[in-house]
C-alpha cells in the first residue's frame, strides 16, 4: 500500500471519529474524548488512535473502559463511510504528549527571566557586501589556470617515465 494513501485514510479515521464522538456518542465516559493521532498499517487493517481527555489525567481508565465498549460501534460506522473493503480495528492508546506540554509550560512560567541590556537592539549590524558576479567568475578562471598548469609540470613528466 502507498505510503500517501495510507496518510490519507488515517486522517480521513481521524476526522470521521471525532465527528462521532461530538454527535453520536451519547456514553458520559467518552466526554470531552480528543483524537490526537491516527496511524495505520500498511495493509490498512489496524488502526492505532492516540486520544486524550483534555486536562483529565484522572479519567484515564475510564475513558479507556468506555472506548473498549464503544469500538465495535466506531468500527462499523467507520466501515459504512470509509469505502473499504474491511474496516480497520481499532486500537485506542492513551497519549501523555498533553500532559507534557501542561508540564513544560508550568516550568517556563516558573522561570525568572530578567531582560538583558547586553542583547543586540533589532535590526542588526548590516554585514560586508557580497562579491559580485564578476568576480566569482575572476576565481573560477584563476583556477581553471592553476589545474591546466599542474597538467603541464615538469614534475609530473618525470614521474610517468619511470
Not at 465527528?19 to 458520559?28: Q, W
Not at 495493509?43 to 486524550?52: G, H, K, S
Not at 489525567?57 to 468506555?66: H, I, K, N, S, T
Not at 557586501?129 to 609540470?153: E, F, G, I, V, Y
Amino acid at each position: 500500500m502507498s505510503k500517501v494513501r495510507q496518510e490519507r485514510t488515517a486522517e480521513q479515521i481521524q476526522q470521521l471519529l471525532s465527528e462521532i464522538f461530538l454527535r453520536e456518542i451519547s456514553d458520559p465516559r467518552l466526554a470531552g474524548v480528543t483524537i490526537i493521532e491516527v496511524e495505520i498499517d500498511r495493509e490498512l487493517q489496524y488502526a492505532t488512535v492516540y486520544i486524550n481527555a483534555l486536562g483529565e489525567e484522572l479519567r484515564q481508565e475510564e475513558v479507556m473502559a468506555g472506548l473498549q465498549s464503544a469500538s465495535g460501534f466506531l468500527r462499523r460506522t467507520l466501515a459504512g463511510s470509509l469505502g473499504l473493503r474491511n474496516a480497520p480495528i481499532l486500537r485506542f492508546q492513551w497519549d501523555p504528549r498533553l500532559r507534557y506540554v501542561e508540564e513544560v509550560d508550568k516550568l517556563l512560567e516558573e522561570l525568572d527571566i530578567k531582560p538583558d541590556d547586553t542583547l543586540p537592539t533589532w535590526p542588526p549590524r548590516p554585514r560586508s557586501p557580497r562579491p559580485t558576479s564578476s568576480n566569482r567568475t575572476n576565481s573560477t578562471r584563476s583556477r581553471a589556470t592553476k589545474t591546466t598548469a599542474k597538467k603541464s609540470s615538469p614534475a609530473r613528466a618525470d614521474r610517468g617515465s619511470r
